[in-house]
């Protein structure tokens, strides 16, 4: 197995769109875990926080945020297939609460890079 980069964000990506689909997505695997799932108008929100910060940082921010964001998207979304394949009746509990924590994890560093 190779590690590959994740491709780098398209031209034009909306930042406040990554993050509330990797909020999305968080739903989704708390959902799987058996928890409860996160409030959509606070996912809402922090993506709109998001959006804005992103807008008023440096360049050099914007692509950090970027490449970070598209790795999460990648790894996210592997998460939750390699889920729903090995749990074809339910998936693992401990599994997706694991990869809930780490996609939690990952929408706060993107959180705190953007609005320093």
Known sequence: MTHQAPPPAAPGTDPGRQVAQLHEVLRLVER????????RDRQLEAAAQVSAAYDRALPIVQR?????????AVWAAAGVEALLAAGRVAPAPAAAKRLASQIENALGELTDLIRQ
């Not at 799987?32 to 409030?39: F, K």
């Not at 950090?64 to 999460?72: N, W």
């Open 32 to 39: 799987l875990s058996g928890g409860g799932a996160e409030d």
């Open 64 to 72: 950090r945020f970027d490449a970070l964001a598209g790795e999460a």
